[in-house]
Structure formats: C-alpha cells, structure tokens
C-alpha cells in the first residue's frame, strides 16, 4: 500500500503585478507524492512548477488551497514547528553557482543548515559529517577547504546536494537541478540523485522542462501549462499512451535515437506563443495553440478527471458530458471525436 507523504489540493498563488493585475502562476493544481516515489513535474519555463515547488516549501505564501505534509498543513505551522519542518522538506536549486555563497568555503557552505539547527555541538563531529557528505556525493575530504567558484558546474550541483542533504531530510524539491548542467554531466546528477534515493529512502519533486530526463528519473509525472495541471499519470503510460494534447506534443518533439524512425514519425508543432500568466485564455488555457480545439474549449473550462486508472487529464476530449464522443482512438493514432 503506497503511502502518501505530500497531498497539494486545489493550489493557487497569483502574484499581484499592481494596477489590478493578476499573475496567476498556480490555478488550482491538486497532486499527491507517495513516500519513496520521484514525482516529476514538468513543462515549459513559465507554466509555474518552481512556483508550485517554492509554495510547497512555504517561501512563497499560497492564495488559495492547501500544502499537507506528513499530516500537517505546510502554511499553518507557527514558526517553530517550520523550522522543524525544513528539516524533512529541502530543495536542490537549478543554479548551484547562484544558490551558493562565493565567500564561503565548501565546508562553511555544507555546514550552515546543521549549525543554524544545532545539531552538532561537537565542531570535529560535524566536520567529519561534512566529509561523510562531500563523499557521499561523489567529492572528497580535500574539497572542504575550497571555494565554489573552484569547481565545475557538475560538482557545485553535487556541493548544493550535499548541502541538501545537510539536515538529513526525507523529501527533497529538485528545482531543474540539471538544466544549467552540460548535457555530459546532466546523467550523472540524475544517476547520482537515483543512487541517494535508494541509500536514504528519500522521496523527491523533481522538476523540469526535459521531459525525457524527467521520465528517466520519475514513478509519476504531472504535466503543467500555463499554471494547471494538464496530465498526470505513471511515467510509462504517459509515454506510452499521452492523452492531452499539449503532452503529445511535448513528447513528439524529443528526438529518437534510430534515425529511420525519426525521420519518418510527424512532429506536432506548437503554434503560438505561451499566453500571459496575467491575461490567461477563457475556458482550456491550451485552446489558443491546440489543433484539437472545439467551440466548447474557449466557453468551458475543462474538469479534471480520472479517466484510465491513476491516469488523469483536463480537456474536453474526454470529457463525456459535453463531448459526446462514441470513441477515441489512443496510443499515438490520431485522436478521434465522433
Ligand atoms: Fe485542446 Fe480543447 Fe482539450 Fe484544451 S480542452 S486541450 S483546447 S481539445
């Protein structure tokens, strides 16, 4: 019996940009993450998975719905308990150069997080679970003394995983932990975040643009535009059998390895540019660069439902009360509505 350790229901946070607009990042996005499990949470720049990630993790406060963790609601805990919250929910940010502090060694940099929660009053216990991190991310004892401007992209990411993993935590947000990384090194960070997962039991919110890194990584991915949740399912049935739209069109633009099948298979072009998050489209936000899209699309907001089993989508293609389809032809055949 799969567990539930995070339950987001019905979030929402809107930015207010002044003058009466709205930033709608997050509309109403429900999704749990089961212990143990990498949810990946994909799509363009701008749809609002960091946003989702950093609402999560209470550094943004949430306009609507609520961040259960572990039982808990993430946004009424008092300050204290917060506090003890950050030591089970960390984040692995996108930009390991940015996210550390030049000034600081690596050894000050891993650190911090245990000194800013007490948990070693013995200096030399705690600098020998600095080393025990550096090597547990694949460092050595000899890079404590350095500085983060001294070392690569791929081994900064791996100083901000150990920082990461500083407090010992069991769920982590990686926010595209490797998309500022070279292609080269990108497999290691994920092969090296996998390796964690298993030592430590950990459970991960793993975000991301790349769909093909993602579904490498995740049990279950979420498919976000422009502030919604589009798709979600397990990660090889929405490979193998993508329902919305926007997702089939993510997933013709990966590349396949054997050419002869490359060149023959149709590619769906996105037409258009991605909406404002401040003026979104009426009804499905998608309608604007959908090439399924119906009357009804731009009138009524698609509901989200559970369509197969553990496998949900928004758009009226399945929906069959305004729909009234007699059948849809799936597994990457064209989409059908009679
Ligand atoms: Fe396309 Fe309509 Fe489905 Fe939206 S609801 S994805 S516009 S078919």
């Known amino acids: 019996m799969k567990e539930k350790i995070l339950e987001v229901k019905n979030l929402k946070k809107y930015f207010d940009m002044g003058k009466g607009t709205m930033l709608q990042a997050v509309n109403d996005v429900s999704f749990h993450v089961n212990k143990g499990e990498t949810f990946g949470l994909v799509g363009e720049s701008g749809c609002g998975k960091s946003t989702i990630g950093r609402t999560i993790l209470g550094l943004y406060n949430k306009t609507a719905g609520d961040v259960i963790f572990d039982n808990e609601n ?7 308990e917060r506090f003890q919250f950050y030591r089970r929910m960390q984040m692995i940010f996108q930009d390991p150069y940015a996210s ?59 100083i901000g995983i150990a920082r990461a993993l500083a407090l010992d935590p069991d769920f982590i947000i990686a926010d595209e932990p490797i ?55 397990e990660s090889n049935q929405l490979y193998e059998n993508p329902l919305h739209p926007y997702t089939q069109a993510l997933l013709s633009a990966i590349p396949i390895p054997d050419p002869d099948i490359e060149e023959k298979r149709e590619r769906i072009i996105l037409e258009g540019e991605l909406p404002s998050p401040t003026n979104p489209p ?35 293609l399945y929906d069959e009360t305004i729909n009234n389809k007699k059948s849809i032809k799936r597994n990457s055949e064209t989409l059908t509505v009679h």
Request: hydrophobic content about 40%; proline content about 3%; glycine content about 6%.
């Open 74 to 80: 993430v946004h009424a805990l008092s300050e204290k």
């Open 100 to 158: 550390l502090n030049p000034r600081s060694t690596v050894r000050e940099v891993i650190s911090e997080p245990m000194e800013v929660h007490g948990l070693y009053k013995n200096k030399k216990a705690q600098l020998e679970r600095v080393y025990q991190l550096l090597e547990e991310v694949g460092l050595n004892r000899d890079h404590a003394n350095r500085y983060p401007h001294e070392f690569s992209g791929g081994q900064r990411q791996r």
């Open 179 to 233: 998309s500022a990384l070279d292609v080269s090194v990108q497999a290691q960070v994920v092969n090296l975040l996998k390796e964690l997962q298993i030592e430590k039991g950990l459970t991960f919110l793993f975000i991301a643009h790349d769909l093909s890194m993602v579904k490498q990584f995740s049990d279950r991915i979420g498919v976000m535009y422009l502030g919604n949740m589009v798709e979600l399912t």
């Open 282 to 316: 009426s009804g499905c936000v998608f309608r604007t660069r959908c090439s399924m899209a119906m009357e009804v699309c731009s009138q009524v907001k698609p509901v989200w439902q559970e369509v197969e089993q553990e496998h949900f989508v928004a758009c009226h």
